[in-house]
Every structure is written in structure tokens, then in C-alpha cells.
């Protein structure tokens, strides 16, 4: 799977951005998508995981109620909504794929796209 994300930049506290990241290559519904990020001298962190069909999401609880994940199995895209972006939101976000089940773990997904930065100004 390649995957390919965009829609970051660099936006004020408390504003919003929507990421996406799009797949190609095996077949898209067979793998579960994710999100993690990366901030300057810390660890890759998980935000944010949805399932084959798109019926089951997990979040990072530093994100719970301001960043919703999506798919859409039609077009080959996963999206990333972050509404209330806190400085501390800021890292590169990394689309993410796994043939695994639903997890927060970076061990436990095969495929990583390039990243995309996120910085919010405070």
C-alpha cells in the first residue's frame, strides 16, 4: 500500500485543519487505516485508528472530541478532522495502514506514508 498525505500547514490555537491521505495499491478495504504523529524530540505517538468498514474508531484520549477519523472505501481516502488545535498538536502526522486488526501500536501497522507538518501557533 502506498499512501500519500496532505492538508497540513500552519494554523492558530483553537483552529481547525482536515488532513487526508490517500491509498493506492492493495486492496483498500482489506487493511485498517490509522494516524500517528511526531512531535520535535518525542516519541511517534498513536492519534487516531478506524476500522476496515469505517464502523469502529479509536483515539489518543490528548485528542478525544476534537479530531474524528474517517475513510471513504469508495475513493481510496482517509481523513483526519482536528477541530480546537492546541499547540501541543504540533508534529508530523503520518497516514498509516495495517493488515492487522485495530490497535494503537506503530509495531502493528505495515505500511507508512511520508508525513505530513502540523504546527499550530499559540
Known amino acids: 500500500v502506498q499512501l500519500q498525505a496532505s492538508g497540513g500547514g500552519l494554523v492558530q490555537s483553537g483552529g481547525s485543519l482536515r488532513l487526508s491521505c490517500a491509498a493506492s495499491g492493495r486492496t483498500f478495504r482489506s487493511v485498517v487505516m490509522g494516524w500517528f504523529r511526531q512531535a520535535p524530540g518525542k516519541e511517534r505517538e498513536f492519534v487516531a485508528g478506524i476500522s476496515r468498514s469505517g464502523g469502529r474508531t479509536e483515539y489518543a484520549e490528548s485528542v478525544g472530541g476534537r479530531f474524528t477519523i474517517s475513510r471513504d472505501n469508495a475513493k481510496i481516502m482517509v481523513y483526519l478532522q482536528m477541530n480546537s488545535l492546541k499547540p501541543e498538536d504540533t508534529g508530523v502526522y503520518y497516514c498509516?495502514?495495517?493488515?492487522?486488526?485495530?490497535?494503537?501500536?506503530?509495531?502493528?501497522?505495515?505500511?507508512w506514508g511520508q508525513g505530513t507538518q502540523v504546527t499550530v501557533s499559540s
Open positions: 498509516v495502514a495495517g493488515t492487522s486488526f485495530l490497535t494503537t501500536r506503530a509495531s502493528d501497522y505495515d505500511y
